[in-house]
C-alpha cells in the first residue's frame, strides 16, 4: 500500500474514534502496518507525533464543544473524551491552549482551534521521496 493511502487510513481512523482510548497499536492494525512504521510517516508528513495530534484534536472539539454549549460541565466534556477526572483533562487543556476550561469558553478563542489534518491529492509516495 502507498504511503499516502496508509497515511490516509490512519488519519481517518483517528478522526472515527477520537471518543474512545486508543494507542498507535490500533491505529497500526487498523492500517495492516508496523506500529513504527505509521509513527515515523506520520510525523514526518505532519511534523507531529500520533500521540499529540490525537490530544490536540480532542482539546479542539472538547473547547468547540465548551464554546457552543455554555451549559454543558467540564467534568461532561472530560469524560466524553476519554479523561477519568477533570484535573487531568484540565491538565491536558492546559498544555494544549496555555489556560483552563473556563478561561477558554470566556475568551472564546475559535481560532486558535487545531483543524483536522487532510491530505491532498497525487502520489504519496513521490512527495515522501522528495521530502527526504
Not at 508496523?34 to 484534536?57: A, G, P, Q, T, W
Amino acid at each position: 500500500m502507498k504511503n499516502l493511502q496508509v497515511l490516509a487510513q490512519a488519519l481517518a481512523y483517528m478522526e472515527e474514534h477520537l471518543h474512545e482510548d486508543i494507542c498507535t497499536d490500533d491505529i497500526a492494525q487498523a492500517c495492516y502496518c508496523s506500529k513504527s512504521m505509521i509513527e515515523k510517516l506520520f510525523r514526518h508528513v505532519n511534523s507531529i507525533s500520533i500521540r499529540d495530534y490525537i490530544i490536540r484534536r480532542r482539546m479542539t472539539l472538547a473547547g468547540r464543544e465548551l464554546i457552543e454549549n455554555p451549559n454543558i460541565n467540564v467534568l461532561e466534556v472530560a469524560l466524553k473524551y476519554g479523561y477519568s477526572t477533570p484535573e487531568s483533562f484540565c491538565r491536558a487543556f492546559f498544555q494544549v491552549w496555555n489556560c483552563n476550561p473556563s478561561v477558554f469558553r470566556k475568551r472564546e478563542r475559535t481560532s486558535e482551534l487545531f483543524p483536522r489534518l487532510t491530505l491532498s491529492s497525487g502520489d504519496g509516495d513521490e512527495y515522501m521521496n522528495q521530502r527526504r
